[in-house]
Each structure stands twice: as C-alpha cells, then as structure tokens.
C-alpha cells in the first residue's frame, strides 16, 4: 500500500498558515497592508492603461488620410453642434437662475466635473467597480457620484493618492435615490450582478402603485438630486416591467442600463462646490 | 521440557474450595447484577420512552421555546364615492430603522468599551464603582443605538432621540421587530438616506403606508379614522401557543374605517422564526404573506358632499342629502370638521384637544339630537289628515296667536294669517293653524304618525354610534319620565316641532324622502346600491295617508319654495318641495335658534331628498330656515343636478363586492 506523500499537502499547510498569520495581524496593519497594495498597484494599472492607449494611438496611426479628413470633418460637425447645444443650455440655465432668484427659492448644490480615464475593471458577482486615473490629489472623495455620457455610472468607494475606485450601478451593494422622469416622487435603485455576455441590469423599488410600465411604454429612471449626490434628471435606465409587491403600495422591477457600462473609457467624477466656490473647471 | 509447578501445599481439594469461594462470590453478585440489569433496562427504556414515545411533545416544546411568529398586518381597502373617487386610499410614509440582532457585536463591543472603562476607573480612583453588569449592558446598548441615532442626525439634520425605557421595552416586548429610529420620513429625508448610508448598515430605510383622504376633511364624520395598534392574533393559525410578536396594524376608530373594519382590514400575513436562546432570530421557517383588505364603494357623492360642506363653513350643524328611492346617502356632513391627514398616521395630542374644544368629534348628523321646529309640521298635517280632523281645502282662522287653556301660543308672524288653508299654512309656516290642527288630531296620533316616519328610531344606518335618545313624546312617556300629566299646551308645542320632541338630520332627511316617494320605512344606506334588487323594499311601506292628503302635503311644501318661506332654495329649471322650521334650544341656560330646511326635488320625480340644520352661536342674530338653511340645500341640489350628464373623466366603479354579499343577506330576508 503507497504512503501518503507529505509534500502533497505542504502548499495547503503553508496557505493555512498565511491566512492565520494574516488574521492575527493587528487590523491597523491589514489596513495599511491593504491600502499600500493598492498604492503599488495603481501605478501597474496605470502603466497598463497607457500601453492600452498607446496601442491604440499606433492603431490609429495605420489609418489613412482621406479616413481622417473624413474623421476630422465629422468631429468638426459634432463640434458645432455641441457649441450650439452648450450655448442654448447657458440660455436655459440662466433662465432658469432667473426663475428661482423671482421664486426666492435656493440655488441648487452644483458640482465641478472631474473628467478622469478609467484604467481598470473589477466585473464580479460580488462586486462590480472601475478604477480611474484620478484621486485624492484630484480632489476626489469617497461617496462623490461618477457619471458618463450614458448617464450614472456609480459612486467613488475607495480614494487613492492618483486613482480612486468607483462602485457601479450594477454591484450589488450599490444603492441610490431615483425617480421616473415627469414624476417627483423618490423611489429606491438597487444594483445587481451583471451576468457574462449580458447587459447591465438594476432593480427598482418602492415604485408607487400608481407607475405602469410595458415594453411599448417604457419608463425612464433618472437620478435624483433629494440625495445630494447627483443632479437632478441624469438617465440611469429604463423600466418596461413592473410588479406589485405584498404590501399592495409598491411595485418593484428590473431597469435596464446602458450597455456602454461595460466598456467605460472615460468618465466624470462630480465633485460637490462649496457656495460661492469655483465654476465647473474642465480639465 | 518445562515442568510444571505446584505449590505442594495446595491440593485438589483446596482448588475445589477456592472454586467455591469464587461461585459463591458470583452468587452473591448475582443480585446486584440483576439490579443493574434492571436499572440499566429502566434507564434505556425510559431513554426509549422519552426518545420515541414522547417525542412529539420535546419535539413541541423545542418549537414552543425556539420559534416566534411574526403578525403582519395586511394593506388596508380603499374608500370610493359612488363613481369611484378616492376617498380614503393608502401613501407610503417611510421610516428608518434597526434590528437589534444585527447591532449584537456592537452591543458587544460597548459592552467590553464600558467595562474596561470601569476597571480602569476603579484602579485611578481605588475604589470599586458602584455600576451593574446590567446598568452596564443597557449603557452599552444605549451608547450603540445613540451612535446610530447621531449618524441619522448628521444625514438629515433633524434632532433625534430615544429614551432607555422605549429600547427596554422594545427589547423586552418586540425584540424581533425593528426598532423604529425615525419615521415619517420625508421624501427628501428618505432620499438621503437611500443616497447616504451604505447598504449594508445596519439602519433600513423601510416602507409603510398610511391612510390617506384625498379631499382632506371631505365627509370626515363619516369616512372616519383608524389608529395604529398591534394587529390582532388571526383566529385560524396553527401553533397558537407559539410566542408571537405584532406588528402595528391599523384599526378603525370611527365612521365607515369602524363599521367596515372587517372587510377594509384584510387578512394578516405571518412569519415564523426560529430564535436563538437570547431571542433575536436566526432564521425564517414560515412565511404567509397578508392579503389586502377590500374595497367600499359607498354611496356618497363626491360633489354634493363638498357642495354641502362649503355651504356649511362658519357654520355650526349638519347637511343630508338621500335617494328617495334607494336610501342612498348622498351627502352626510357635520360641521364643525376636522382634517383626516391630521389624523395620519397618529393623532397628535394638540390636535386631539383642538378638535375636541371645538366639539368637532360629534357627528350633528347622526349624533346631533335637535328639535325640528316647522320642518315637523307636515308630520302634525299627516296625523290632522289621517284623523280626518281637517280636509286640505278646509280653512282655518289664524290670527296673531292662538289661546290654549289659559296660555296664548303667539303666530311668528305679527298680524297673523286670516283664513288659510293647508297649502298656505305650510307654505307661510303658520303656527296657529298647525295647533289648532294638532290639538284637534291629538298628541297620540302625533306621536303615532312620528313613530311610523321612523322619528322614535335610529334609522340603522351604517355608522357606529348613532344615537338612539330620539325623542317622540305623548302622553304616556311625559307620566313615566317626568311623573306629569300632559297638558294642552305640550300637544300645541308638539304641533309645530318644539316641546320635548328631539331628532336627528338623518331622521328628517328620511322624513323628507318618505313626503317623496309615499313610503316609509326607508333605510338609508351608505353603500352603493345598484339595481332593483339591492333596494330594502322589506321594510317599505305605503304612507298611511290617501295621495291626495300626500300631494295636498307636498302642495304646501312646493309652495313654500315657490312663494313662502323657503324661496332661497328655488333652482331655475327644477322644482323644489321644501319646508323651512326654526325652532329654540337653551344648551346651559343660553338661548340659541336653530335653523332646518328639509325637502326634496324634483317635485314629480324626486331623485333627492335632504335636511339642513345650523345652530346660532352668537346672540341677537337673526337665524331662519328660509335664510341660512335653505341656500345649503340649494348649494347640495345644484351640486347633483350639475352631474345629470355624469362626471368626465371619473372611472366606472365596478360592483362592490360588499353590497353583493349585503344584497344576499337582504334578498334571504325578502
């Protein structure tokens, strides 16, 4: 009959062993373990990210010139037609400024935009977060709302000296006040876990009885700004179902978010202005 | 080869002895072996016993001791008016709580905090502190909720607190329950809070609902209010000797939220969990979820009501409008009034106490006892007519007062009348013909025809607490109550509604419903009915009284509208029948008038019937049917004759489910 081979069962004792050193070490020193991890990391994943980039500024590089004047005329377009834009949104914001100083009624918190690259993606069933190329040093806080051109994106978690990481919407211990466009009553957006080759989904809760939604007649879920973490009014999905929940009062149902989560490249980290305090600052 | 050795002292025969000695040793074991055999055959029996026999009673002692159950209350039904407007609905309020087994470690760590904290103390000062363990756990516990209570307070800025006798209590009496930290929550309070605390603290921000009246104090007398209270136990669980736990439920108190309570309060769900040996749970074992309550359809009238109770403001009394041929109440108003948000989801003590100075819990219609002055004249009319003491054509002298024994009964008008005959007398309200008739039908035949109008009953209609101290007097009640003979004059009071005779505005609105359609024995109703079928034609009866009495009756009462006393209800295209009445009452010794108008319309079909009453509340006012009354019942009548073409927009209400089950119980009477 062959012995049992010690050696076999050395890698399990030694893994033992680390996790009970681990768990004994005082938690101050887990703590600053942990968060000089992530400070050596970040360089790696930044280092990384500009491989990315630089990959893809060579891939550019093999296209042709007629294709950029092409590119080049169609940026030019979208250039004018966002100057256009921007200008009619001074208009209306002035208006609106105009409004509430006739009504008395107290100007809305606003936020500087901190336009950050994301280097880095967590997608798991347990936590789903990115990592951006800005942090502390940038002014970032944990608990400021991040968002990109699709709408929320999710809320800064954890802050580093050069790179901060941002819960999405899509993790489960994601949570934030919403409601539905063209209705003010807050209701509750949860995140959920984002299966693979699926698109990001949410769930929505305490939605009044009175709220109908069908695939023909979606409804659009928007932020809320009673939370004071986000403005008012920024897309965060759409619901085309809704269900009744025990207690009669509520319904609850998935949102579907926009699939470009997925595949973030940049955001904007919306970082809260003290009265008084500086404009939006562009980086 | 080994050789054996033998002791040469011992022989066989010792080897035999000692063979004894040891059997008889054996022997003598042999009982105590037995014993244990016994015992040891006891013990696994009674083992056995207790293990397989016994079982289910352990195995019902274990649940007894380590499952709790949960009652949670169901959503209540909602309230409509007859075309389906929200009278009484469900809001969300929100509030933000803890579970107190998931503050444990917390609870913990203060705990070992506060102890070391002690110690230490102990060996600065050297003497040893005069602190509990058990003073020290609840500061513990204490520290911990405040913690919480702090970070709620930072988050949306309002003070909070909670006093160590509430979380004692919580702790002794609810401990599987949240802990309420903060409730009415606003929508902003809530949206920071969904914002603001992560998702895995320990605080929830949790949902309930509240009762909501839409239309504010809209018919709030008879809508009624609920308050909170721990849900009752339902009869039909199993396990009713498990250790069970309430949460707040909501029981109506008053109006329609009472005498409904069983069909709006719905069924009550249940959990049942299994408790750790401190109590907090550990997990859920059964679930049945609570089954929404019903809804009423009540057969108010959204539009009436409110046109009833504008007209009411600054006013002290009470509006009732009826279908003359359902029952149906369509406007029940009280004033004054208080709002039923004020009321939701608890009655705040200053509210309670400014609603009680105000005398505004009394609902006038049902539970307001008052002499109906004139309005009761076409009652003496009915019982001169059916003692065939006077034809309708039939003219009688009224002066400016009439001699009864020796006492004059003054007419209200100074130079009186002349000749006049019922339709006159009823249109101008003369007194003196009303006593003359009345002296000459009698004050049993009086009384009598009250009594067959219903006027010495409650009307049963569907609130709690109406009252049943109506008053109809005669002779026989003044000897039992009063130990006094009747006198001449007490018929001549009772002629014209005053005296002794008390009733409700119900009671002459159903008065004024029966002088329309020739019936009696009409039962109002605050359900919707629907169809022929659903009418209480059991208890109806023809008016004792030919049609032609009744129209002489109905004449005189048309003619009061048109040219008498009661012009100020007349519509343009509808004609009205009505009686206007002032009568005096002396509550503490002060003299007040109060002014009725009661009718119906239209004449030749009468699809609404009403009472008016207000109380004077100030002196040396001038106070009349004809002119405060009469135009709240012209507000009502407008009201309903402006929804002839029925109401856009409003949703068809479906067949209440309630009448249907009502409508069974009344066809198995039929």
Redesign the interface.
């Known amino acids: 009959m062959a012995g049992r081979n010690p050696l076999r069962d050395r890698p399990f004792a030694v893994l033992a062993v680390l996790i009970l050193a681990w768990l004994l070490l005082p938690p101050a020193v887990q703590r600053f373990a942990g968060t000089a991890f992530s400070e050596f990391q970040a360089p790696a994943e930044e280092a990384l990210s500009r491989v990315r980039d630089l990959g893809r500024y060579w891939s550019l590089r093999t296209l042709s010139r007629r294709e950029l004047i092409e590119t080049g005329r169609e940026l030019s377009r979208l250039n004018a037609l966002y100057r256009l834009q921007a200008g009619e949104t001074e208009a209306l914001r002035q208006y609106n400024a105009r409004l509430r100083g006739l009504l008395d009624l107290p100007e809305p918190v606003g936020f500087r935009r901190e336009v950050a690259r994301v280097t880095g993606r967590e997608l798991t069933n347990w936590w789903q977060s990115v990592t951006i190329r800005k942090g502390r040093e940038d002014g970032i806080r944990p608990?400021h709302g991040v968002v990109f051109a699709g709408g929320v994106v999710g809320r800064v978690r954890e802050v580093f000296a050069g790179t901060a990481r941002v819960e999405l919407v899509t993790s489960p211990?994601?949570?934030?006040?919403a409601h539905f466009e063209g209705d003010?009553?807050?209701v509750?957006y949860?995140g959920r876990p984002v299966g693979l080759l699926t698109d990001p989904e949410g769930q929505v809760r305490?939605v009044?009885s009175d709220f109908f939604a069908s695939p023909e007649e979606p409804l659009e879920l928007v932020s809320?700004r009673?939370?004071?973490?986000?403005p008012d009014g920024l897309p965060l999905g759409t619901v085309e179902r809704l269900q009744t929940g025990?207690?009669?009062?509520?319904q609850t149902g998935p949102v579907l978010l926009d699939p470009g989560l997925l595949t973030l490249e940049e955001v904007a980290v919306l970082v809260p202005e003290t009265r008084g305090g500086p404009g939006d600052a562009e980086p | 080869m080994a050789r054996k050795r033998t002791n040469p002292t011992s022989g066989p025969g010792e080897a035999n002895a000692s063979l004894d000695v040891a059997s008889r040793r054996h022997r003598r074991l042999l009982p105590l072996y037995a014993i244990t055999g016994i015992l040891l055959a006891v013990l696994f029996g009674q083992l056995g016993r207790e293990q397989f026999v016994n079982r289910p009673e352990y195995l019902e002692r274990e649940k007894q001791q380590t499952l709790r159950r949960i009652i949670l209350p169901a959503?209540r039904g909602t309230i409509y008016d007859r075309d389906g407007r929200l009278l009484a609905g469900?809001r969300?309020t929100f509030s933000a709580s803890v579970f107190l087994d998931e503050l444990r470690p917390a609870f913990r760590e203060e705990y070992i905090r506060q102890v070391r904290a002690v110690r230490e103390r102990e060996r600065a000062t050297g003497e040893p502190a005069e602190t509990s363990n058990r003073d020290l756990v609840w500061r513990a516990r204490m520290a911990v909720i405040r913690r919480h209570l702090d970070t709620l307070e930072g988050l949306i800025g309002r003070e909070l607190d909670m006093s160590l006798a509430t979380l004692r209590g919580h702790f002794h009496q609810r401990i599987l329950l949240p802990l309420p930290l903060v409730e009415n929550l606003t929508?902003?309070e809530?949206?920071?809070l969904?914002?603001?605390l992560?998702?895995?603290s320990p605080i929830v921000?949790a949902?309930d609902?509240a009762r909501y009246y839409p239309y504010g104090p809209l018919a709030a007398h008879t809508l009624g209010y609920v308050v909170n209270q721990p849900e009752e136990v339902p009869e039909d669980l199993s396990g009713d000797d498990l250790l069970t736990f309430s949460r707040y439920g909501k029981r109506g108190k008053a109006g329609v939220e009472r005498e409904f309570e069983a069909d709006l309060h719905g069924d009550s769900?249940e959990e049942v969990w299994r408790v750790d040996p401190q109590g907090f749970q550990f997990e859920r074992v059964d679930f049945r979820?609570?089954v929404?309550g019903g809804d009423v359809y009540l057969s108010l009238d959204a539009e009436v009501q409110q046109a009833a109770e504008r007209a009411l403001d600054g006013y002290v009394g009470a509006a009732v409008a009826l279908d003359p041929q359902t029952g149906e109440v369509l406007a029940l108003a009280s004033r004054p009034t208080y709002d039923l948000n004020e009321l939701t989801p608890r009655i705040p003590s200053p509210v309670f106490a400014r609603i009680n100075e105000k005398g505004a819990w009394l609902n006038r219609a049902v539970q307001g006892l008052y002499p109906p002055g004139s309005t009761f004249k076409p009652v003496t009319a009915m019982a001169a007519l059916r003692e065939d003491q006077v034809e309708p054509e039939e003219t009688l002298w009224c002066g400016t007062s009439y001699l009864v024994g020796n006492r004059r009964f003054p007419e209200h008008s100074s130079p009186g009348f002349g000749d006049i005959a019922l339709e006159r007398a009823l249109a101008v309200s003369s007194n003196v013909y009303f006593y003359q008739t009345g002296l000459a039908a009698g004050a049993e035949a009086i009384a009598d025809t009250a009594r067959v109008l219903g006027l010495a009953t409650p009307t049963g209609v569907e609130l709690p607490f109406e009252t049943d101290d109506m008053l109809v007097p005669d002779p026989a009640w003044k000897r039992e109550n009063r130990g006094e003979g009747w006198w001449p004059g007490d018929t001549a009071n009772l002629s014209i509604g005053q005296g002794f005779l008390r009733v409700t505005p119900l009671q002459m609105a159903v008065v004024a419903a029966s002088l329309a359609t020739g019936e009696t024995g009409i039962r109002p109703t605050l359900l919707r009915r629907e169809g022929e079928g659903w009418l209480d034609r059991a208890t109806r009866l023809p008016l004792p009284l030919s049609e032609e009495d009744r129209e002489a009756i109905v004449a005189g009462m048309r003619a009061a509208v048109a040219e008498g006393t009661a012009r100020r209800a007349q519509l343009p295209d509808i004609e009205v029948a009505g009686k206007t009445g002032t009568a005096q009452v002396y509550p503490g010794g002060k003299a007040r008038t109060l002014a009725w108008f009661i009718g119906f319309a239209p004449v030749q079909n009468p699809r609404i019937a009403f009472a008016v009453v207000t109380e004077s509340q100030e002196d040396g006012v001038e106070f009349a049917g004809g002119a405060q009354a009469a135009p709240i019942a012209r507000a009502m009548l407008e009201a309903f004759f402006a929804q002839e073409e029925g109401v856009p927009g409003a949703p068809e209400a479906p067949f209440s489910p309630l009448v249907h089950r009502l409508g069974a119980r009344e066809a198995v009477v039929q």
């Open positions: 608990g211990g994601f949570r934030m006040a003010r009553r807050p509750r949860e305490d009044p809320s009673l939370g004071g973490v986000f025990p207690s009669g009062l509520f | 959503p469900n969300a929508e902003e809530y949206a920071t969904i914002d603001q992560p998702k895995d921000v949902t609902s769900g979820q609570p929404v």
